[in-house]
């Protein structure tokens, strides 16, 4: 007997991949937007001026979120040189499915110039329509 089961009423029935994966995904993004809430509502607190986005790049809707019927928002911070172009992104909220294609968006994002470096936190809404 391999694989995973869940117990209901004192009968043990067995659970699909498919929920066993669904069910991860869920909580592995659940835990990615909680645990990123904070941390976004206390850079936003101390950051400057947010710098103007020269040009923004369009997240793809992978076939795994389409297949999925995944959708929402993925917050991605990105270290900004004086340049305006992306040095560093990292996803810090959102669907961990929909996370790969944002963080690549990120980091073909390209700001206004500035005096100095900064870092700033994006969103992307993903999704069929979006």
Known sequence: MEGIYVCVYGKSRPLSRFRVLTSLLLLTGLFLFFS??????AQSAGNDAPRRIKVAIKPEYSDLAKRLSLSGVVRVE?????DGKVKKAHVVGGHPVL??????AAML???????????????????PKS
């Open 99 to 104: 996370a790969l294609d944002a963080e690549r």
């Open 36 to 41: 990123a809430q904070s941390q976004v509502a």
């Open 78 to 82: 990105v270290q900004i040189g004086a």
């Open 109 to 127: 994002t390209e700001f206004e110039p500035g005096p100095k470096e900064t870092m700033q936190v994006i969103e992307f809404h993903i999704g």
